[in-house]
């Protein structure tokens, strides 16, 4: 007699969907950055910019958040926010320049909204981690979770419209080290994925 195994097929059909976007668009520009402001031996912490993700929902839905960094392998080692956060998984990449990475950014994360009321931020480490408030004001690389609720014992809440607000830091390596002669593009990109709680 053969050997059998069975395959498993699962999944939910849920009544809603959610469209997320940035509010302003989904491009930040950083403008023209003159070479002379940079600091020449240590990092430079530039203007930062604001941020929201928003999610609407065609009905009542939990969602949660991860970011993906498309530009990883071009994160500056030892990049800092300027507090002391220095863990390589809350910072992003900015780029390179035939070869020689050029800095990162952060997204510190302001306080999220469901339906026009602030939330508690949550997160978890994967999809079947308990939610926790997060104990750095960072966002995580992936393949950590966001979402927002009353408390983490409660977990997320359901809404129809969500907003998470962030400040993007960008921060530039030293200037010694980089090819100032001429122009470098910043090119800095992540993925917000959303799921369905």
């Known amino acids: 007699m053969a050997e059998s195994v069975d395959l498993n097929v699962i999944g939910t059909i849920i009544p809603t969907a959610c469209i997320p976007a940035f509010a302003g668009g989904g491009t930040v520009d950083l403008r023209k950055i003159s070479a002379a402001t940079l600091n020449q031996t240590t990092q430079t912490i530039l203007a930062g910019r604001d941020v929201s993700l928003t999610i609407n929902c065609d009905a009542v839905a939990q969602v949660e958040v991860s970011v993906r960094d498309n530009r990883e392998a071009t994160k500056l080692p030892g990049i800092s926010d300027g507090t002391g956060q220095t863990d390589p998984a809350l910072f992003f990449g900015l780029g390179d320049i035939n070869g020689t990475r050029i800095g990162g950014f952060a997204l510190r994360h302001g306080t999220p909204e469901t339906d026009g009321t602030g939330r508690a931020l949550l997160t978890r480490a994967s999809f079947l981690s308990p939610w926790q408030v997060p104990t750095s004001t960072l966002v995580r690389n992936a393949p950590d979770l966001y979402s927002w609720g009353i408390s983490a014992a409660t977990g997320p809440i359901g809404a129809r419209h969500h ?34 709680i």
């Open 163 to 196: 907003a998470f607000p962030m400040h993007l830091l960008p921060i530039i390596g030293p200037s010694n080290a980089l090819p100032i002669a001429n122009e470098i593009p910043l090119d800095g990109s992540v993925t917000f994925d959303i799921f369905y």
